[in-house]
């Protein structure tokens, strides 16, 4: 019999409805005074869907949350308002990051503000089903669900707006909102992270997985070059939501779409159901002085073992910053070189391995 390939989409909804009754809950919900008062939040991605659940849930707890997203962030605090949040408790910043300028500008922006998160939680992500290319000439699946997220993080903790000075007990957490969908991925591009994409829509899971994937492992690189004589710096966490009914899935074609509506009407999580993981990690007392700490709803696992091995990890951070410093100073190729890739640009990178 034909086995079904994990990246097909009929798989991974099948996959997600399982879930759904099989990852039983191993963690107790948060106890009501595990509060973020006095905290600054930042949420990518959060006008909608998960996001915009966490940005709300996260201003209950008292943080004040900066709810960036590229569209109209501002109709989104609005609606945070009228579910009860206090308006100061939320302020919304327009970002596209899938321009690594605007990303950038948001790195400044915060610094020369003044400002020093204390929960960064990295959630935006798209499922294109047509390849798309950003102003910097990359694909744009690969710079929102991946790139944005090393680029930003990278920038925040070199010019401070992401502290890592706070003494233990303190110290600011990472939260990356990854996928289960990272372990079936068919792994990272071999010859270029940024290489054009097939951008069918039959291939775009598997697209999604391996961006996944390279979040993952980069989250486990960045929760090691963050540690400082074992005790972290900064606290790095990830998780899978589980199925969600979202509007990640608005550009699949109708016949996929229609039925997929249906199925997550019916069986897949409110986000305001979903985010309890994502709000576990920002706000548990049991994870202070912790860090690579995966959930899958609200159970504890490993990251598949590519996203935790070294090797692999140094690699890609390495090709990451490459990618950049290619954008940044472009260099013409050979010609005939398969990659845009420029040398590493570890000198400029105030987050040593
Ligand atoms: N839904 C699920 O079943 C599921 C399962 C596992 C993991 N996840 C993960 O959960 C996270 C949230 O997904 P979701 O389901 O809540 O999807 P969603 O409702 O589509 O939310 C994604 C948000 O990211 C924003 N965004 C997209 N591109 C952007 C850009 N260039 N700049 C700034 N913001 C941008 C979107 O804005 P626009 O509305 O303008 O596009 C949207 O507000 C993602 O990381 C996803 O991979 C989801």
């Keep these: 019999m034909p086995r079904l390939d994990a990246n097909h989409p009929v798989a991974a909804v099948l996959t997600g409805l399982l879930d759904r009754f099989r990852v039983e809950r191993e963690i107790p919900p948060l106890a009501p005074d595990e509060r973020l008062d006095g905290k600054l939040a930042l949420v990518t991605g959060g006008a909608s869907g998960l996001g915009f659940a966490t940005s709300v849930d996260l201003a209950r707890r008292g943080a004040r949350v900066l709810l960036a997203d590229r569209r109209e962030p501002e109709r989104a605090r609005d609606r945070a308002v009228a579910l009860g949040v206090p308006p100061d408790r939320i302020e919304p910043m327009q970002v596209d990051l899938s321009d690594l300028d605007d990303v950038d500008r948001l790195a400044a922006d915060l610094a020369r503000q003044g400002a020093r998160i204390d929960r960064l939680v990295l959630n935006a ?87 996944k994937l390279m979040l993952t492992t980069f989250a486990w ?18 998780l899978c939501p589980g199925a969600m009914r979202t509007g990640i899935a608005r550009e699949l074609p109708a016949p996929l779409r229609v039925p997929l509506d249906g199925l997550m009407r019916l069986f897949f999580q409110d986000p305001f159901v979903a985010d309890e993981p994502v709000l576990h990690l920002a706000c548990s007392r049991a994870l202070e002085g912790r860090t690579a700490v995966y959930l899958h709803r609200m159970a504890v696992k490993q990251v598949d073992p590519r996203a935790a091995d070294e090797g692999a990890a140094r690699a890609l951070w390495e090709r990451s910053e490459a990618v950049l410093a290619a954008w940044q100073e472009p260099v013409s190729p050979p010609a005939g070189s398969p990659s845009r890739e420029a040398p590493s640009s570890a000198g400029r990178s105030a987050v040593r391995g």
């Design 125 to 211: 992500a798209i499922v294109p089903t047509v390849a798309r290319t950003t102003p910097q000439g990359l694909d744009e699946m690969f710079v929102v669900n991946y790139l944005s997220s090393f680029a930003l993080v990278t920038r925040l903790l070199e010019n401070g707006a992401l502290p890592r000075d706070r003494r233990p007990g303190d110290v600011p957490r990472v939260v990356v909102v990854s996928s289960e969908a990272h372990r079936w991925s068919q792994g990272v591009p071999p010859v270029r992270l940024d290489a054009p994409r097939d951008g069918s829509p039959r291939r775009v899971l598997a697209w999604y997985g391996t961006y």
């Design 221 to 238: 690189e960045l929760a090691r070059r963050t540690q400082v004589d074992g005790s972290p710096r900064v606290s790095v966490l990830a």
